[in-house]
């Protein structure tokens, strides 16, 4: 598979609202307003550094994996995802590879993105997800 770069770095927050400050009033970073994917249960915003982005997640409903996430884990780093060229190739490389995946199969994200999430047990306890924007 043909990795570009780092696409975004995945932080799951309580409230965008709240959590936002410390990104822009203290970082700096431009906020461009949110974006919510309700099969997935959750609220994104993406805050552009450089040629990669910080993607803050906000839980829509108690049961989100982002609610879930929180639960176990605390606010923080969620997941690491790396930009494709191509994610059917990608994931079929890791299927033969016998990798274990989350997603068999690209779905739709945030901004119309094609994602796939490999699990954590795969890659030592980090979640990372595969996308493609075209
Ligand atoms: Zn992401």
């Known amino acids: 598979m043909k990795i570009l770069k780092i696409d975004h770095l995945g ?19 431009e906020f461009e307003g949110t974006d919510t ?6 609220t994104t915003a993406f805050l552009p550094v ?28 969620q997941h690491v995802a790396f930009r494709v060229e191509n994610i059917e190739e990608a994931l079929q490389e890791l299927k033969d590879k ?4 989350i997603d068999e199969k690209p779905r ?6 094609k994602i796939a999430f490999l699990h954590p047990k795969a ?12």
């Not at 609202?17 to 822009?24: A, I, P, S, V």
Request: charged share 30%; aromatic share 6%.
């Open 11 to 29: 932080i799951a927050v309580n409230s965008i609202d709240e959590g936002k400050n410390f990104w822009t009033d203290v970082l700096g970073l």
């Open 37 to 42: 994917v309700e099969e997935q249960k959750v």
């Open 50 to 77: 450089g040629e990669s982005e910080v993607e803050l997640l906000e839980s829509t409903a108690p049961d989100g994996p982002i609610a879930k996430f929180i639960e176990k884990r605390g606010e923080g780093f």
């Open 98 to 101: 016998r990798i274990r995946l």
């Open 108 to 113: 739709i994200g945030a901004g119309g993105a």
């Open 123 to 134: 890659t030592n306890g980090i979640l990372v997800e595969l996308c493609q924007r075209d």
